[in-house]
């Protein structure tokens, strides 16, 4: 029996509110039918907390400390240089972009690991205009995209020639034209958690010749994102939050096998090169992945991320999908029964086409009720002005979880 045959559906609310102990019994029938439920214990959590902000850092998956402990003692303090070849350091970026491939939808060979979110975006939107058709001036970019991804696609901008074109994505189809170079675009708006059409988006692009960069922060490890089957250029993401792989963990760089021939980084580094212990001056750069690489791989977070990703051994994105939606299903249930009328409104969309793994609610005084809610063991987080997010990490997070943590919330406002 496949994961995806045991993940409960969440019913729709009823029209009266349920009794507590109704809600409470229900989550405990979920969580017991729940095929990823015992996957929680491939993490270290604290007891008695409920971690709903995974979409911000993820929990630490259990085998991250050993495997970093052995990364420093033995692999640095005793093979010292000699781990570059003797612990595989050297093939890290690629080899753990291939673990990373499936969870993205993308074929072995178009992943590499290394840098910052910010830096491999800039990587991919000064790579994606010099892919672009000749002559062509736009840059559109998502208005309500995350600030960093803002002011990278300015500078990107201002070094290619083009004009940052600002769109509302729900119409962006609409704004791509003859003279599009290109599209950067969030999968997951990190405010409301809206989940973008990205099939259509990039089908809209390709046909008025633009090339797609997406941001895939908010929706990697979190739900299928298929960038091979839906013709995606370029996308870049960090692996902190659903791909648990520690504060300040390394971000990916993903390009397209068509696209690789001729892709030209603003930031070739040595890494890069074809022959890097060739030490020549002429810069002449890899035939593959490896062109999103810059300098030395920073060895300890990236190693880190390669043992957390083991958390994902034998699990589906399409499982993790099927539960995410059942639990923000009954989460936004529970906070109708608990929630006083008219104390919050649902930000996120109600749809589950348009909705990612997070519950963004809105609400007076956002910041301290967020406080208030953390001090009671229910750990979410807070956006400007006036939202609270709650992120759903279904390998780790259960209905009891978004049974409780409703329930909290109710008691704030009560």
């Known amino acids: 029996m496949s994961d995806e045959t045991l993940i409960p559906a969440a019913a729709p609310a009823a029209a009266a509110a349920p009794a507590t102990q109704d809600l409470v019994a229900r989550a405990a029938a979920l969580d017991a039918a729940d095929g990823l439920a015992k996957l929680k214990e491939r993490f270290v959590l604290p007891d008695g907390v ?8 993820g929990a630490l998956p259990a085998g991250v400390t050993d495997r970093l402990a052995d990364v420093a003692s033995r692999e640095w ?9 003797e612990s595989e350091w050297w093939t890290a970026p690629e ?8 969870l993205v939808g993308a074929a072995p060979g178009q992943v590499v690991v290394g840098d910052s979110t910010s830096v491999n975006l800039f990587k991919a939107l000064v790579g994606a205009a010099r892919l672009a058709l000749p002559g062509r001036t736009k840059l559109l970019v998502d208005a309500t995209t995350f600030p960093t991804d803002g002011y990278i696609a300015a500078s990107a901008a201002r070094m290619t020639g083009l004009t940052v074109i600002p769109v509302d994505p729900g119409l962006a189809a609409e704004a791509i034209d003859g003279d599009t170079a290109v599209v950067l675009l969030n999968h997951v708006d990190y405010r409301s958690g809206r989940l973008h059409d990205l099939p259509a988006l990039t089908a809209a692009a390709r046909a008025a010749g633009a090339i797609t960069v997406w941001d895939l922060c908010h929706s990697a490890g979190a739900l299928p994102v298929g960038l091979d089957a839906h013709g995606v250029d370029l996308a870049v993401g960090c692996t902190y939050k659903y791909l648990n792989g520690g504060p300040g963990s390394p971000a990916y760089l993903y390009v397209a096998a068509r696209h690789q021939a001729g892709f030209d980084s603003p930031l070739p580094g040595w890494n890069s090169h074809a022959e890097p212990f060739a030490m020549t001056p002429d810069y002449r750069p890899a035939d593959d992945a490896r062109r999103g690489r810059v300098g030395t791989p920073d060895i300890l977070s990236m190693l880190a991320l390669e043992s957390a990703l083991d958390a994902w051994d034998g699990v589906s994105v399409e499982s993790v999908r099927a539960k995410s939606l059942a639990l923000t299903d009954f989460f936004l249930e529970c906070v109708a029964a608990y929630v006083p009328l ?29 406080g208030e809610l953390i001090s009671r063991g229910v750990i979410g987080d807070f956006r400007a002005p006036d939202v609270l997010r709650f992120g759903f990490t279904p390998l780790y997070v259960g209905f009891a979880d978004a049974e409780r943590a409703a329930r909290t919330l109710g008691h704030i406002f009560g």
Do not use: C, F
């Not at 303090?77 to 070849?85: K, M, N, T």
């Not at 609400?363 to 967020?370: F, G, I, L, P």
């Open 50 to 57: 409920v971690y709903l902000d995974g979409n911000s850092l």
């Open 77 to 85: 303090g005793e093979l010292l240089i000699r781990s570059w070849d």
């Open 95 to 102: 080899r753990i972009g291939d673990r990373i491939a499936p």
């Open 342 to 370: 008219g104390k919050v409104e649902t930000v996120t969309p109600a749809g589950h086409a348009e909705r990612g793994s997070q519950v963004s609610l809105r609400t007076e005084n956002a910041r301290e009720v967020m």
